[in-house]
Structures are given as C-alpha cells and as structure tokens.
C-alpha cells in the first residue's frame, strides 16, 4: 500500500511553527481581542481593535486570494456548510465572551500567558479542554446537540457571502472579489484610518497574526491536501482533527491536546495541526518571555479569583465548541471565509464580553 504523500508529523511540525510565531508576536504586540473591547469599553481607547481589525482585513483579502489561484478551497473548512445554526453561533459566542471575560482572556491570550509564567492560565487551559471536550463529546454535547444546533436555517447554497452572490447571478470568482473588497477593504481601510494604527506594534500584530491564519489554511489546506489518499481513495487532509481543512482556533484544539495527554498509549493519537499550533502559542510566548525578562510566575490572589477563572474557563470551551470557534477560530480564521455563522459568532463574543465588562464596573461601584 502507497504511503501518503504528505506525513502528519510535517503537517504538525509546520503548524508549530506557525504557533511559534504566533505566540512570539502575539506576548510582544499584546494582541488580545478581550483587551481590545476592555480598551473602548473602559478607556475608549481604539488601537488594540484596530489590530484586531487589520488581522481580519489580511486574513479576508489573503483567503480570497488564495482561492481565486487554486491554492485553498476554504469551502472544505467547517465554516461555509449550507446549515447556519444561528442559535449555536449566537448562544455560544455569547457564553465565549462571558467565558473570556471571567477568564482574564480568550483560549490565545491563556496560552500565551502560560508562556510568559501565568500560572492562573495553566489552571484556565484545563477546564477550557474539559468544557470544550464535554460540549465535543460529552454531557454538553448532548445538550448542544439536542436543545441548540436543531435550530438552524437550511440554505439552497454555502453560506459564504459569495455564495449569496454566486446565487444572485455573479460570476463565483466576481463575487469573491467583490465580497472580500467589500469587508476586507472595508476593515483595512477603518484600521488604518486613524494616527494610532501606524504604531509599529499595531501593525505588527495585525499583519502577522492576519498573515498566520493565511498560513494555516496553505499548510492544512494545500500543502496536508489530497485528492484521492492511496488507502481510501477519498480525498483528504492531513493531520487535522476536523479531517477538513483548518487554519488557527483555539478551542476544540485544547480538548484534543487534554484527549492526546491521557490517551497517549494509543498508538492512533497523533499530534495534528491544532494541537501542535496551541503548543507553538506556548513555546513562541515563552522564547519571547525569556529572551526579554519578562518571564513571571503568577498566581491566583483568592478563593474568587479562583471561581472565576474556573467558571470562565468552562464557559470558555462550551461557547467555543458551540460557537464553533473563539476570537481566533471565528473572529478571524471563521470571517476570512466570510461566512454568516462567522459574523454572527464573532458579533455575539464581543456582544457576551462588554455586557459581563459592564456588569463586573456596576458590581465594583455598588462596593465601593
């Protein structure tokens, strides 16, 4: 029997890498999407979000590119299916942005404070894995199952923005480029339009984290790509967990890390890309920690600061897997395949995250 023409253990080690890079820039540019809506919710200050909005402008602009040259096909993701569960991306980004909130970060920021010593998102890595892995597989999974996901809208079409369009008459490749010109060159434009963009953190950030998502799907998508696997005949992708293609989320990744850990005798686990990108979050953030001085051990103050972090970390990975992805997997990966749930979810994280904001300020003025 022919081998695959691609190992998993490449796939992986690639996807490393990209996490590397990810955790590096990230701890150094402070790119954090919960920082960014804490920043204008309580300071009115705009320049984390325009980071995060000039990564989702590349990401847009870079996807689009990469399927108009037949590089990646992001319609083989889990992102442009025909079946919007509205209700799952609402409901479950809004338990993500709570989760967040209640967390100190969303799953990147945790893993890139692991790295920089943060002993408390140790602590949050855990129970976003356990709540992600029972919404995957367990009791909130026949929950999600159950009362969430049956409500859904069937459409004739993808539900992609430029599938809409392809269903209004344009050519598909038009309405790719009219699509990701509209809200790609939207967001660019909005991120850059102030002084404040062209700070070099801010561009940093934003072009290398919009750029590492580009890069995941071109390795998940093309290079792990094959038409037809020598032993099923189907074509496949190699080394992710969804067996679609992928690019960064960091979530259902974290529960499959956990599943890898406890079942590591059995010989068919394997590092895939998710899991091996959540790792390279870590190991990029600790380089950076080490290599500036800024590597510190942290731990929890009291017993509350306690429950919250665990509260919000089980929120965390129930939204996430509900939700169908986080800051990262929706907010970015999710919208550079412009697609509805994308929009929706990301919409309800921000939404979840400034209500528990101003909920946590009205508790903190009533005691003071």
């Given at each position: 029997?022919?081998e695959?023409?691609?190992?998993?253990s490449?796939?992986?080690?690639l996807?490393?890498?990209i996490?590397?890079?990810?955790?590096?820039?990230?701890?150094?540019?402070n790119?954090?999407?919960l920082?960014?809506?804490?920043d204008?919710v309580?300071?009115?200050d705009?320049?984390?979000m325009?980071?995060w909005m000039?990564s989702i402008?590349?990401?847009v602009l870079?996807t689009a590119?990469?399927?108009?040259t037949?590089l990646?096909?992001?319609?083989?993701?889990?992102?442009?299916?025909?079946?919007?569960?509205?209700l799952?991306?609402?409901?479950?980004?809004?338990?993500f942005g709570?989760?967040?909130?209640?967390?100190?970060?969303c799953?990147s920021?945790?893993?890139?404070?692991?790295g920089?010593?943060?002993l408390?998102?140790l602590v949050?890595?855990?129970?976003?894995?356990i709540?992600?892995?029972?919404?995957?597989?367990?009791?909130?999974?026949v929950?999600?199952?159950t009362?969430?996901?049956?409500?859904?809208?069937?459409?004739?079409?993808?539900?992609?923005?430029?599938?809409?369009?392809?269903?209004?008459?344009?050519?598909?490749d038009?309405?790719v480029?009219?699509?990701?010109?509209v809200?790609?060159?939207?967001l660019l434009l909005?991120?850059?339009a102030?002084r404040?963009?062209?700070?070099?953190?801010?561009?940093?950030?934003?072009?290398?984290?919009g750029g590492?998502v580009?890069?995941?799907?071109?390795?998940s998508g093309?290079?792990?790509?094959?038409a037809e696997?020598?032993?099923?005949?189907?074509?496949?992708?190699?080394?992710?967990?969804?067996?679609?293609?992928e690019?960064?989320?960091?979530?259902?990744?974290?529960?499959y890390?956990?599943?890898?850990?406890m079942l590591?005798?059995d010989s068919?686990?394997v590092?895939?890309?998710?899991?091996?990108?959540a790792?390279?979050?870590i190991?990029?953030?600790?380089?950076?920690?080490?290599?500036t001085?800024?590597?510190r051990l942290?731990g929890f103050?009291?017993?509350?600061?306690?429950?919250?972090?665990?509260?919000?970390?089980?929120l965390?990975g129930?939204?996430g897997v509900?939700?169908?992805?986080c800051?990262?997997g929706?907010?970015i990966t999710?919208?550079?395949?412009?697609?509805?749930?994308?929009f929706l979810a990301?919409?309800a994280i921000?939404?979840g995250a400034?209500?528990?904001?101003k909920?946590?300020y009205?508790l903190?003025?009533?005691?003071?």
């Amino acid at each position: 029997m022919d081998e695959a023409p691609i190992a998993v253990s490449t796939i992986a080690s690639l996807a490393f890498a990209i996490g590397i890079v990810f955790g590096f820039v990230g701890n150094k540019t402070n790119f954090c999407t919960l920082g960014a809506v804490s920043d204008i919710v309580n300071m009115g200050d705009w320049s984390r979000m325009r980071m995060w909005m000039l990564s989702i402008a590349v990401a847009v602009l870079g996807t689009a590119a990469l399927g108009l040259t037949g590089l990646v096909d992001v319609s083989k993701s889990i992102y442009t299916g025909s079946r919007l569960i509205w209700l799952s991306h609402i409901f479950g980004g809004v338990c993500f942005g709570i989760g967040m909130t209640l967390a100190s970060g969303c799953g990147s920021k945790t893993l890139i404070r692991i790295g920089a010593g943060n002993l408390k998102s140790l602590v949050v890595f855990f129970f976003v894995a356990i709540g992600a892995y029972m919404t995957l597989r367990g009791l909130f999974g026949v929950w999600r199952v159950t009362f969430i996901d049956v409500v859904a809208i069937d459409l004739a079409h993808a539900q992609d923005l430029p599938s809409f369009l392809s269903s209004a008459g344009l050519a598909p490749d038009v309405a790719v480029l009219l699509a990701a010109g509209v809200i790609g060159g939207g967001l660019l434009l909005a991120a850059l339009a102030r002084r404040e963009a062209w700070r070099s953190d801010v561009l940093l950030g934003g072009i290398v984290i919009g750029g590492l998502v580009l890069a995941g799907w071109y390795v998940s998508g093309h290079v792990g790509y094959i038409a037809e696997h020598p032993e099923t005949l189907e074509e496949a992708f190699i080394g992710t967990n969804s067996g679609r293609a992928e690019s960064l989320s960091f979530v259902a990744p974290l529960a499959y890390t956990l599943e890898l850990l406890m079942l590591w005798s059995d010989s068919s686990r394997v590092v895939t890309f998710g899991i091996a990108c959540a790792l390279g979050v870590i190991a990029g953030s600790l380089l950076y920690a080490l290599s500036t001085g800024s590597f510190r051990l942290e731990g929890f103050r009291t017993p509350d600061d306690l429950i919250r972090h665990l509260v919000g970390g089980v929120l965390m990975g129930f939204g996430g897997v509900t939700a169908m992805g986080c800051t990262i997997g929706q907010g970015i990966t999710g919208l550079s395949t412009l697609a509805i749930g994308s929009f929706l979810a990301t919409a309800a994280i921000i939404a979840g995250a400034a209500a528990t904001m101003k909920v946590q300020y009205w508790l903190m003025m009533r005691e003071a």
